[in-house]
């Protein structure tokens, strides 16, 4: 009997995928593809946005470092002398220079229109080398009057005669100035040194005009120019606070309760005399908004200085963290990208001291 063969016996059969488990598997692949790409996609935009905002701020922070760096060489050389040249009874600190601080307007007056000058200011001597006169430079340690305010304005005085309004509308901007008296216009030891014989101008001097005539000058003025220039633009606040040490001061609110601080004021308690005393200490803060909000403001106010209600704030120092809880909330509700900076500043030439007399 013959056997029949039967073929494929024992062989496995082989399948494929079939076409819905292709399907899903592309779907699965196309799904992860996605995730990917929009993972990929969030990462660049938040990375271009850090880095805008960062580019968008740098002027303001190198504005910022250079105004604390330059505070803190701030200097009054005082030294010892007669009370009383004629009839002396005792040696007092005295000094030809000048330190004061304090909301803008209050120290110097309403500035001309349309100038205007919202929250502090501050002003003094410095040892920074500045000079107009061929005659000076390379001598990096001349005395200079030096100060920094905040200013709501026109670009006109930053801008080349070239550029004319018909080309290039004007910009009206906040901006940080920084007021650059040369060594050459010096004009502080015009009304403390005495050198006129006049009452007014010796070492009892208390006014100002040593910086707010400078201040007030026209930006189309050709001699003498108005010695200020823009550091920073989009600079809505400057807050400085004069305090002590915080083993002097835990508060850091007695020394300048009211912000204001004189060196040519005399005060009855010997802990807080700043008569011809420099603070050992300024809390400086500064808020700074972008471009694109500024953009945005001058396209609705025009000329008008935006209102922030900068006029209410900043009066009283034990509310400083309060008022500028305030301004954020306002930046905030109007849809503002804004920085705040603040830093303590160290005023390097300060030596308080108890002692009026000796």
């Not at 039967?6 to 593809?33: D, N, Q, S, W, Y």
């Not at 803008?104 to 920074?128: E, N």
Request: glycine letters at 6%.
């Amino acid at each position: 009997m013959k056997k029949k063969s039967i073929r494929g016996c024992g062989l496995k059969k082989r399948h494929g995928f079939t076409l819905i488990e292709l399907l899903v598997a592309t779907v699965v692949l196309l799904m992860i593809m996605a995730i990917l790409l929009s993972i990929t996609t969030q990462t660049g935009n938040l990375w271009r946005t850090t880095t805008a905002k960062m580019e968008q701020f740098r002027g303001a922070r190198d504005a910022f470092e250079a105004m604390t760096r330059r505070l803190g060489q701030a200097t009054l050389n005082t030294y010892w002398d007669y009370d009383n040249p004629t009839a002396p009874t005792r040696y007092v600190r005295q000094s030809e220079l000048r330190f004061i601080s304090g909301n803008t307007v209050a120290l110097t007056g309403a500035p001309t229109a349309p100038r205007q000058w919202p929250t502090h200011g501050v002003f003094f001597q410095a040892p920074l080398g500045f000079s107009q006169d061929s005659t000076t430079y390379g001598l990096e340690n001349l005395l200079n009057t030096w100060g920094y305010f905040i200013e709501f304005g026109s670009d006109a005085a930053e801008r080349p005669p070239i550029v004319t309004t018909q080309i290039t509308p004007l910009r009206y901007r906040y901006r940080l100035c920084e007021f650059m008296q040369p060594t050459n216009a010096l004009s502080i030891y015009n009304y403390t040194s005495g050198l006129t014989g006049t009452m007014s101008n010796n070492l009892t001097y208390t006014g100002r005009d040593w910086f707010s005539i400078p201040m007030n000058l026209s930006d189309t003025s050709t001699a003498p120019v108005r010695p200020v220039h823009v550091l920073a633009e989009n600079i809505i606040a400057l807050i400085i606070l004069p305090k002590l040490s915080q083993t002097e001061d835990s508060t850091g609110t007695t020394l300048a309760p009211l912000y204001t601080y004189d060196s040519t004021t005399t005060n009855s308690n010997a802990t807080l005399n700043p008569k011809n005393q420099l603070p050992p200490i300024l809390e400086v803060t500064m808020v700074a908004i972008d471009e694109a909000s500024a953009i945005r403001l001058a396209q609705s106010q025009g000329s008008t200085m935006p209102d922030f209600g900068l006029g209410s704030l900043f009066t009283d120092a034990t509310k400083m963290s309060a008022d500028l809880a305030t301004l954020q909330q306002t930046l905030d509700s109007k849809h503002i990208n804004y920085r705040v900076f603040s830093t303590n500043v160290a005023i390097k030439g300060a030596k308080w001291s108890r002692d009026e007399t000796n």
